[in-house]
């Protein structure tokens, strides 16, 4: 059955500009879900045969999607330090690519969180298929909501954040997910600057990004998203600027949309013109009001608690 999909923006869902919070995480999950609710069909249109829904990582220029996304997944046991065999949490798992690749590749047991029933069974058919449902735990709804206990070796937030309106609270719950030395993975598009944040928050293509698109993300320098990782209680190990590889890889995803957006319109009339506007306003940014980071950081110290 094909979906219809709604392109116009709602009003009033961000975070203001002091930090106060414009909805509740709930409202903000709900926003949210109108995309990552779309049949998989949309997202295999132009996305890698994993589905990874974030920046690859190019190492050559001759390099594939397919290879960048695989590059950049092992990047990210490189950063958490996994040797095998550890407790991942991977918050807003997405389609599964890093829930199932750290379960397959490096023997983990992870539990991926995503707000959407569709993609957490989509995941689960996949754990199935490549024989890895014992090592994979997917949970469905707002990580603010859900109890996980502080077993975990590492954690990783893919460009998740950015639709959670706590994000202090959240990084302060994913601190105490964590064991002593446990390591943290974020990465997040962001403004260049304060600066560029004030001017550039509120204009249509933002917007269109922001609200039209995802329903809810409130997309902040990355300075703020440091700010409350150390807020958290985390110590920052490094810090990588994958702006570049970022670009290249919306680049591939618009080819492949403009490519298929026949595929994508039987499925989900009304959205490849907006999904086609959406990477091109993105990938126009990069440099000039936008970055995008990723952020390492571990659990050396005693934290604060997050109220029970």
Known sequence: MATRVSTEPRAALHAGRDGDLALPPEEARRATNEHYELPPEVFEAFLDERLKYSS????????TLEEAQTAKLRFVAERLGLRGGECLLDIGCGWGSLTLFMATEYDC?????????????????RAARLGVASRVDIRVGSYSDLDVDGRYDATT??????HMPDRVAVLRKAY????????????????RSAEVYQEFAQRPGT??????IFGFADMVPFSHLIEATESAGFSLEALDDLT?????????WERRAL???DRIEAVAPGMAEPLVRYLRTANAGWGYTSKHYALTAA????GPKVAP
Do not use: C
Request: no cysteine; charged share 25%.
């Open 207 to 212: 917007k269109h990004v922001t609200e039209t």
């Open 56 to 63: 690859g990582l190019y190492r050559t220029p001759d390099d």
């Open 109 to 125: 047991e992870v539990t991926g969180i995503t707000p959407s029933a569709p993609q957490a069974q989509f995941v689960r058919d």
């Open 176 to 191: 105490n997910s964590l064991r002593r030395q446990g390591r943290l993975y974020l990465s997040e598009s962001s403004f």
């Open 244 to 252: 570049a590889h970022y670009h290249r890889t919306i680049e591939e």
């Open 157 to 162: 937030m893919l460009g998740s954040i950015i």
């Open 299 to 302: 659990k050396t110290r005693l």
């Open 259 to 261: 490519a298929n957006s």
